[in-house]
């Protein structure tokens, strides 16, 4: 069994303190668990100082003696370079030892080596028959995962049903990038009928586990409601531009330039048409262009300016066709 710890106070430190020298002595024993659980507590500084090499030398041996989840955790560090020096090849065999015992993360990180060709040849029936293995154990990275390949018919049919199913099996789980997808689903009635109410529900789901392009999506979805639409649609896109999404800050712009949402503000519409620009946004850049060329928003007319903007705006036109 594994260990349940408290954060250190006056009250628990001596609890921890007792808690570390059981687990020591038990991991000194050759308890696998015990092994794993004497890591985490030299990682957390649980009842001793913090000791990372410690703590990964604890982890290799509970990893050494079969204990699933170190192993994964090991493939990790060596995948990553985190306190050791990075080897692929190690961290697949330790992935693959893993997977090999059922673990289902192990499953779905193996899958991603074969799926890139990272470290290993590429495989993709190996990576899709991993992430199988991970999703029918109810493991939501891989389940989301799944849904993406049936969706999008990569390296097997597409089947938009099965998508589906995929991704409200994750999206129960609380997986926001599946609850997107699912709130897509529903809007654009792929795999499902179309259906936009729930199409709302799924995508407030996600945006409110913070990914940005839901929170620009759901504002999409109520901006041109009524004024109590309007005014949480602008709370949806100005998240979403806290997070540097560009589309959201346009959006943002418009909607202080238009008054949507009651909103008058030319000043914080120029700012976020210049922020939105910045990041290469073509609409934006292209409004810059205006601004400057007809002196909006309180900007005076600056043909200089406006020839910066133009060169960038040709820039970015030329890009997009090619």
């Known amino acids: 069994m594994e260990f349940h710890w408290q954060p250190e106070d006056e009250s628990s430190k001596f609890h921890n303190i007792e808690l570390f020298e059981e687990t020591r002595t038990n991991a000194e024993r050759g308890n696998k668990v015990a092994q794993y659980n004497l890591a985490d507590m030299y990682a957390l500084a649980i009842g001793t100082p913090r000791d ?3 703590a ?4 290799q041996k509970a990893a050494e003696a079969g204990h699933a989840q170190a192993q994964g955790r090991l493939c990790l560090a060596y995948r990553d370079g985190a ?4 080897d692929l090849q190690t961290a697949i065999r330790w ?3 893993a997977a090999d015992q059922g673990w289902a993360e192990a499953q779905t990180d193996l899958a991603l080596f074969y799926y890139d060709g990272n470290g290993v040849a590429q495989n993709y ?8 293995k991970a999703a029918n154990a109810g493991y939501a990275h891989a389940q989301a995962r799944l849904a993406q390949a049936y969706a999008a018919g990569i390296h097997l049919k597409q089947d938009a049903i099965l998508a589906v199913q995929w991704y409200q ?5 609380n997986h926001r990038y599946a609850q997107h997808n699912l709130a897509i689903a529903y809007f654009d009635g792929k795999g499902v009928p179309e259906d936009k109410a729930q199409a709302q529900v799924w995508m407030r789901k996600a945006a409110r586990q913070g990914l940005a392009t839901s929170q620009y999506v759901m504002g ?3 901006i041109n409601g009524s004024l109590a639409d309007q005014a949480e649609a602008i709370l949806w896109y100005q998240r979403a531009a806290n997070q540097g999404n560009s589309a959201a800050e346009a959006k943002l712009a418009q909607a202080y330039e238009n008054g949507q949402g009651r909103l008058i503000d030319t000043s914080l519409a120029f700012d976020y048409f210049k922020r939105a620009a910045s990041k290469s946004h073509l609409k934006s850049v292209r409004r810059m262009v205006q601004i400057y060329e007809n002196g909006e928003l309180g900007q005076v007319k600056n043909e200089a300016e406006a020839a910066i ?8 036109s030329k890009d997009d066709n090619k």
């Open 83 to 86: 306190g050791v020096g990075k």
């Open 125 to 132: 029936a190996t990576a899709i028959a991993w992430y199988e």
């Open 95 to 97: 992935c693959q030892a």
């Open 56 to 59: 990964l030398a604890w982890l």
């Open 52 to 54: 990372e090499q410690a």
């Open 220 to 222: 999409n979805f109520l």
């Open 169 to 173: 099996k994750a999206a129960e789980q």
């Open 309 to 316: 903007w133009q060169a960038r705006l040709a820039e970015l």
